[in-house]
C-alpha cells in the first residue's frame, strides 16, 4: 500500500458519516445568511443635489449602463439611449434651456454637475408595445442606472424641467423624430461631511392592494 492509499476502515466497522448527514442525529449546520445587497442599496441610495467636480470616467460609466440595461424590456427593443455631457456640452444644453425658456442669459442649472447623463427614449414601431410602454423601459435603465452610481460611490439626481421636451433643448441633444428626452442623470464626487437629501419612509399598506371584488360574485355569496 503507497503513501496515497487511504487506509481501510476496520472490518465490521462501518466508516462514521459526515457530521449532518441522515442518520447522524446531528443537525446540519445552517448555511449563513446571505445579505441581500440590491435591497440594501436600495434603502441607502439617495438623491445628491449637491456634488463635487469629480466624476466617474466612460470607461466606469460603461458596466454600469451593461448592467442597468438588463430590465425589464417587452420583445427586447431597447428603446433608450443615454448621452453624456461633458465640460462645454454643459454650456450648450445651458443656451438650449434660455432659448426654450425665452431667456436672455444661458441657464447655469446644468454645471451644477460635472457629468449630465441625457436620457433618451427612442421608440421603436412595433404592434405590440406601444410608445408609453419603451418610455417606461427607459425610464427603468434610468432609475437602475442611478442607483448603480451611487452604490458606487456618486452623488446622482434626476433632474427634469417644462423645457426637457423643448424642440431647442431636443436639438441640443440631436435627438430624433421619434426620440423624446426624460431628463438628466447630474452626476458628481459626494461631498464628505455633507448629509444626501431625506427620504421619508414608505408605507407599503398604501401602495399595495387588492384586486377589487366583482359585484356579482359579492352579491351571490351574501
Given amino acids: 500500500m503507497t503513501d496515497s492509499e487511504p487506509a481501510a476502515e476496520p472490518a465490521g466497522e462501518p466508516a462514521p458519516e459526515p457530521a449532518g448527514e441522515a442518520g447522524s442525529g446531528t443537525p446540519a449546520p445552517q448555511a449563513p445568511e446571505r445579505p441581500a445587497p440590491a435591497l440594501e442599496a436600495v434603502r441607502a441610495r439617495r438623491s445628491w443635489s449637491k456634488v463635487t467636480d469629480e466624476a466617474p470616467t466612460r470607461a466606469e460609466?460603461?458596466?454600469?449602463?451593461?448592467?442597468?440595461?438588463?430590465?425589464?424590456?417587452?420583445?427586447?427593443?431597447?428603446?433608450?439611449?443615454?448621452?453624456?455631457?461633458?465640460?462645454?456640452?454643459?454650456?450648450r444644453l445651458g443656451a438650449a434651456i434660455a432659448k426654450a425658456q425665452g431667456d436672455d442669459k444661458p441657464s447655469a442649472?446644468?454645471?451644477?454637475?460635472?457629468?449630465?447623463?441625457?436620457?433618451?427614449?427612442?421608440?421603436?414601431?412595433?404592434?405590440?408595445?406601444?410608445?408609453?410602454?419603451?418610455?417606461?423601459?427607459?425610464?427603468?435603465?434610468?432609475?437602475?442606472?442611478?442607483?448603480?452610481?451611487?452604490?458606487?460611490?456618486?452623488g446622482v439626481i434626476w433632474r427634469t424641467g417644462h423645457y426637457t421636451r423643448s424642440k431647442a433643448v431636443a436639438k441640443a441633444h440631436g435627438l430624433g423624430k421619434d426620440e423624446v428626452l426624460l431628463g438628466w442623470l447630474y452626476v458628481g464626487g459626494k461631498p464628505s461631511g455633507k448629509r444626501p437629501g431625506r427620504r421619508k419612509a414608505v408605507d407599503a399598506r398604501h401602495h399595495l392592494s387588492r384586486m377589487p371584488r366583482d359585484k356579482k360574485s359579492a352579491k351571490k355569496k351574501s
Fill in 109 to 154: 442649472k446644468p454645471l451644477r454637475a460635472p457629468l449630465l447623463i441625457a436620457v433618451v427614449a427612442s421608440i421603436r414601431k412595433s404592434d405590440k408595445v406601444p410608445a408609453w410602454e419603451q418610455e417606461a423601459v427607459a425610464s427603468g435603465v434610468a432609475h437602475v442606472l442611478s442607483l448603480l452610481l451611487d452604490e458606487a460611490g456618486w
Fill in 61 to 91: 460609466l460603461m458596466p454600469l449602463i451593461s448592467a442597468a440595461g438588463r430590465v425589464a424590456d417587452h420583445s427586447s427593443l431597447r428603446p433608450w439611449r443615454l448621452i453624456e455631457l461633458r465640460g462645454a456640452d454643459r454650456e
